[in-house]
């Protein structure tokens, strides 16, 4: 691999660079209503299923509108499983952000849960992409107009091309 090549892997950011680590799931044997509660109690728009301790499946608004509230169905009654979004596409934690980015809009999705051996440890959004992004945008035009400390200038280095 060249230098070049080399230097610009290592500027890329990665998931495991701006996923959240602290990821909310639900068995897939619980209520429906159940996960919606959860949802609603975290603040969250999706919720990652389980099945001992695995993620098989993504719950999100848009599966709860579609399945349950348009459908006028009971969410005490169906299970998680019934409604979760699967197979689920998952990346891991060396992805780089433009291939998730790429891949969400393929899969027409805006969550990907990230997984170290098939072990889920954290959840990307399209929005924490686009945070991502500008911020280092923002940071390398404020890094061009001042000189930053020195401590600061290697971890731009680091980051920015």
Do not use: W
Request: with cysteine; net charge positive; aromatic share 2%.
């Amino acid at each position: 691999m060249t230098q070049e090549k080399t230097k610009a892997n290592e500027s890329s950011l990665r998931a495991v660079d701006v996923m959240v680590k602290k990821v909310i799931t639900i068995n897939e044997e619980s209520s429906v209503k159940e996960a919606a509660e959860v949802m609603n109690r975290f603040e969250i728009g999706s919720i990652i299923v389980v099945k001992k301790g695995m993620a098989t499946g993504i719950i999100t608004e848009r599966d709860l509108l579609k399945h349950i509230v348009a459908k006028e169905r009971n969410a005490k009654n169906i299970r998680a499983r019934d409604i979760m979004s699967t197979p689920l596409v998952s990346i891991t934690c060396e992805t780089e952000l433009e291939k998730a980015a790429l891949l969400m809009f393929q899969k027409k999705i805006k969550k990907l849960p990230v997984v170290d051996q098939e072990r889920l440890v954290g959840i990307i959004s399209l929005t924490d992409i686009a945070r991502s992004e500008s911020m280092m945008g923002f940071l390398q035009k404020l890094a061009e107009r001042l000189d930053p400390p020195k401590n600061i200038k290697k971890i731009l280095n680091s980051y920015i091309v």
